[in-house]
């Protein structure tokens, strides 16, 4: 099966994470990568870090823990990817999610499956050129929980229920499409640290599951009818601090009136 890992030059450790552990599980497939081109951001001088770390001293109220606990989950995670050799695989480079390069290189390479990993937004022109399917690892039970940080805001809502992974088809609309696989977190961890950390861990499987549903190919799409959906968006610094002073403690209920109807479907194989 031909396997097109859609990513940037510099990916995240969440995206090596999966990227990684796919290829060394399931080396018979046929990998390419497009490859986003990163945008060289400027160095920062000694007075920028300086003037950085006093205003950490100076404004010592919990506004920066969130950034400091994202770097720590990026620590853990790195210990557990397993490395790899690029060059062994077709590499194709675009300059953006969905330019001519590539649909050029996606037409050309014509694989199964094109995984989304850290490339954006995808719109028909690339998403549909995969034979079986274009796919995405999302971390959270959906379409219930749909958007980004969804481990956060299940824990500040008290829905830690719809913390997990579910691997889906891309689609015209966010985190909606069809689920291929998908699986709950079952933990005794209370911090965010600790339930991200084994949730993305656990996501390496679900990845993995997904593919070998897509390579044996016999699978048709069902529909479970409409669930409840929330769309999520980014953090605000002093949300985070104020949920773990409260040792992740839920802080607020969702209203029923903020959630939209959305149709669940997944693939019966």
Known sequence: MNICFYTTENTSVTNLLNINHLVQNRPDHNYSFLNLK??????????????????ELKNNDGRFDWEHDLNEIKNRLTAHVSPIDRKNFRQGYADSVNDAKSVQFLTEVQPDIILQCGAGIMKPCTFSLAKRGTINLHHAIMPEVRGIESTFWCMFYGIKDKIGVSCHFIDETLDTGAVIAQSSLNTKATSFIDI??????????????????????????????????????????????????????PLMKISEKSFKMKEKTFLEH
């Open 38 to 55: 990163s945008r060289q951001e400027p160095q920062k001088t000694l007075w920028d870090k300086l003037r950085r770390k006093y205003s």
């Open 196 to 249: 991200q950390v084994e949730n993305y861990l656990m996501g390496r499987d679900v990845l993995v599951q997904s593919a070998d549903i897509l390579n044996m190919g016999n699978f048709t799409i069902k529909s479970m009818g409409e669930v409840p959906s929330y769309y999520f968006g980014n953090v605000n610094p002093f949300l985070y601090y104020a949920l773990k002073k409260r040792n992740f403690t």
